[in-house]
């Protein structure tokens, strides 16, 4: 069985976080100022692909000490040499094998469990790993924006306090002053919006609803997962959830409802 570490959420750990390089930055944060989230595009591909598996979840003040005495790698080295600990982890429990970061959690589900449908098809890798890249740099704002929501819409107070001070002292600034305000966070927006534009720019060019056609892979379920983080985060009736909804005619609120109803996942 595949068991995922995952934070631990106030609403029986439902997943919250889309699971990309640059959310683990700023999520997880960890003793730096970015570091590398309950892991969306994770709980996508297992639900897809019908792979067993269970959640454990971990407060942040127990992250690192916890996936460090697991045997999880670090999910890069900081510059002073020391380790840096991040959601998703997984660890296969048949294998031992344990593994911190999404794409190369996505290329060992296809190896490990080759019967069921490949979210990295063959000819598709180096695209999907530039995607992958590309689109997480596209939403730097994203994370500003939904920073100070966070403690107060998904974690338990444990979680809370230890978020809340990280994160100012990361920034330097104020916990309530980390988000953009007026013009700036209008801009953001429209950077965001933007971003999502191109990715529908994309999308058209596919022969089906999804990246890979008439079946989804990796880039769509990493997609999934920012939509699902603005969703949970936001609140599904907020402002912000119902302007992306209406984005490009519409598209993207269709996009996550056919992922959720494809795969299972509870969004």
């Known amino acids: 069985m595949i068991i995922i570490y995952d934070h631990a959420s106030n609403d029986g750990n439902k997943a919250w976080t889309p699971g990309s390089r640059r959310t683990r930055s700023v999520i997880c944060f960890s003793s730096s100022t970015r570091d590398s989230e309950n892991p969306t595009s994770t709980r996508y591909m297992l639900d897809y692909k ?99 929501k966070i403690p107060y819409s998904v974690l338990n107070p444990e979680s809370s306090v230890y978020f809340t001070c990280s994160r100012a002292a990361s920034y330097g600034a104020p916990f309530e ?53 603005i969703k949970r985060v936001s609140g599904e009736k907020s402002k912000e959830w119902t302007s992306v909804k209406k984005w490009n005619g519409g598209k993207w609120r269709v996009y996550l409802d056919a992922l959720d109803e494809l795969t299972g996942t509870e969004s």
């Not at 080295?77 to 970061?101: K, L, N, Q, V």
């Not at 700036?184 to 919006?193: H, L, P, V």
Request: proline share 9%; glycine share 10%.
């Open 177 to 229: 002053e980390i988000e953009p305000q007026g013009e700036a966070r209008k801009e953001a927006w429209t950077e965001i919006k933007d971003a999502f534009g191109l990715a529908n720019g994309w999308l058209k060019k596919s022969s089906g609803p999804y990246f890979g056609g008439d079946t989804p892979i990796f880039s769509d379920f990493m997609i999934g997962g920012f939509l699902h983080f």
């Open 50 to 148: 019908k792979i067993p598996y269970r959640v454990v979840p971990i407060e942040y003040p127990n992250l690192e000490s916890m996936l460090r005495e697991l045997g999880v790698p670090p999910s890069e080295i900081r510059s002073d040499g020391s380790g840096h600990y991040t959601c998703p982890s997984i660890i296969h429990e048949e294998t031992g094998i344990a593994i911190s970061d999404p794409y190369q959690i996505a290329e060992y589900f296809d190896r490990a469990f080759p019967g069921t449908p490949p979210v990295l098809p063959l000819g598709t890798k180096a695209l999907q790993a530039a995607f992958y890249d590309q689109f997480d740099k596209l939403l730097e704002d994203l994370w500003r924006l939904m920073i100070v």
